[in-house]
């Protein structure tokens, strides 16, 4: 009997347009489709620009656009999200998108692997630690490597990665998330 693979989600951590989020995004798809897994990308940046206001809260349910992204959520076992560093932690807007999903239920006993970057040396350390704190209470299971991609700019050149150890560590993440 065949089973039918749901696509893995690679969630864009930031509604900034044309960000480096989306171009790693983009990447990780690749290493993805190479290993015949297919996947979608949801980037923030497709948000309803009022979402905060028009389907959180006393407004649950009431968007449609919103509940469009939240159907496509609920029908995956399988995350990926790449996550850039934002004072010390990660984009209020994951976090308020987190918020809006129903708790809590849209993440218990689901799978994610967790890519940081960011300008700096540290590759989002701090902000994937506090996302994972986030999922563990909301049931998610993180894999264990969590892919950090410090000073990416530097790292990153017509839409490859051009760090051998970075591109070593997202190939190797996506294969465990496959098997996860």
Do not use: C, W
Request: net charge neutral; proline share 4%; no cysteine.
């Amino acid at each position: 009997m065949t089973t039918v693979q749901s696509p893995i989600v690679i969630i864009v951590g930031t509604n900034r347009p044309n960000s480096m989020s989306r171009k790693i995004a983009e990447y990780y798809q690749t290493i993805l489709n190479h290993l015949d897994t297919p996947s979608i990308i949801l980037d923030l940046v497709n948000l309803p620009h009022d979402f905060t206001v028009s389907a959180l809260y006393h407004n649950t349910g009431k968007n449609e656009d919103f509940n469009s992204l939240k159907s496509l959520l609920e029908q995956t076992d399988k995350f990926v999200f790449i996550v850039p560093e934002y004072n010390g932690s990660y984009p209020g807007v994951l976090k308020a998108f987190i918020d809006g999903l129903p708790y809590p239920n849209s993440f218990a006993n689901k799978k994610a692997a967790l890519v940081g970057l960011s300008s700096n040396m540290q590759g989002a350390t701090i902000a994937l630690s506090h996302l994972n704190d986030v999922f563990s209470y909301l049931g998610m299971n993180t894999l264990a490597l969590r892919v950090k991609l410090g000073q990416i700019r530097n790292h990153f050149q017509d839409n490859l990665v051009s760090n051998a150890l970075y591109k070593e560590l997202i190939e190797l993440q996506a294969g465990q998330l496959i098997h996860f």
